[in-house]
């Protein structure tokens, strides 16, 4: 049994694979600290379970499980985190998650379960494993025939009649990934399985990986598909995926396998003359920052912690900090605080409530704090803003009537 731990706390995950190891010493535990390492595993390994932190650096726990399910559905996946919120629960078990596990994690609980998962693979029947080898053979040599037809390679005596049956009429669609500072390993891994998707829910065809820096996807669309509705969710789902500039290509629809090579060449020299960009905010990016600034102000008392609230719209902190300032003009931080003070405003028109207790619903537990971002922010305390206030109420009942 091979089972993966990936969670950015050293602590966590070392602490997790020496209790496993010592239930289950037979058991291979694997661990990862960021989603990259963990692709690493998955591509090397055969991993059984996995279980994942909600908050990762570049990409979240719930982001890595949902592209991930598609290429290896017989793994069972665990979420864990140190928060208890019900939507982090509710979206791990619609994306199919086995459990939702709180830090810290306790003996009795992680044995009981790596127990559990082990008899329900242990179940899975040996008809269904061969089906899912033999799946994944055919798979591998349709693509890798496909990849040395797009690379101009010769294909030898292999007979791709069947081939072109499935694919009378086609489109090329090539992602290519700025590497020109880092590895891009886990942006080859996202753009593979969420172009895989788009393919699938459109039409049927599959994706290759081209080479180092690129991937090309062939897609025969449904009778009733959208061309243009495919390009537009490609490009949604890769902008919100994907952390790094890049650039789509497509070309027009062919129905000759053997023109191939010629399209996937020309198809890399007009990369040449394009510029690397970043996409501009749009789509689901920005469905998640209207999402946070609802949550924002629904619950301005509590913890706004910039990595908690980019795990509430499964977002990695650093990219949801970039969508945010685009969205709203302003830092995540100083829009959370403009926002409590606002509201501490509010408050203080209401004499009957204590400072302090005004301070605590409006997410400030330290008083001494509350007071002075309220006089930084408007040049007063709190009790002088009162009292000016008190003031000024008094003055306009002393106020005659105007005739």
Known sequence: MNILIADDERVIREGIKRTIRHIFPDYQVFVAERAEEAVKFMEENRIHIVLT????????????????????????????????????????????????????????????????LAAEIQRDSDITKQGERLRASLRFLREGVFQRLASGLDIGNLDIRSFVEDYRDFYLVMILLDDSERSVRLEHFI?????????????????????????????TLHEDARVEQFQEEVRSHLTHYLKIPFQILYSGLSSDINTVPQTVKRMREASASQAFELE????????????????????????????????????????????????????????????????????????????????????????????????????????????????????????????
């Open 191 to 219: 753009v593979e399985n969420v172009l895989t998707e788009l393919i699938e829910l459109h039409g049927h065809g599959f994706v290759v990986s081209h080479d180092r820096q690129s991937l090309i996807g062939l897609v």
């Open 53 to 116: 932190d909600i908050l990762m650096p570049g990409m979240s726990g719930l982001e890595f499980m949902k592209i991930s399910k598609r290429r290896y559905p017989y793994v069972k996946w665990v979420v864990i985190s140190a928060h208890s919120e019900f939507a982090y629960a509710q979206e791990a078990v619609r994306l199919g998650a086995r459990d939702y596990l709180l830090k810290p994690i306790g003996k009795p609980k992680l044995e009981e379960l790596i127990n559990n």
């Open 280 to 403: 501009p905010l749009k789509g689901s990016g920005e469905k998640a920052i209207d999402v946070a600034l609802h949550y924002i102000k629904e619950h301005f008392g509590e913890d706004l912690s910039l990595e908690k609230m980019a795990s509430v719209v499964f977002l990695n902190p650093a990219y949801f900090s970039q969508l945010f300032k685009q969205k709203t003009g302003l830092g995540y931080k100083e829009y959370v605080t403009s926002l409590r003070l606002e509201q501490a405003k509010l408050l203080l028109l209401n004499p009957k409530l204590k400072l302090a207790e005004i301070a605590e619903r409006v997410g400030y537990q330290d008083m001494r704090h509350f007071t002075q971002m309220f006089r930084k922010k408007f040049g007063l305390t709190p009790t002088e803003y009162r009292q000016q206030e008190d003031m000024n109420i008094q003055m306009t009942k002393a106020s005659p009537p105007q005739s």
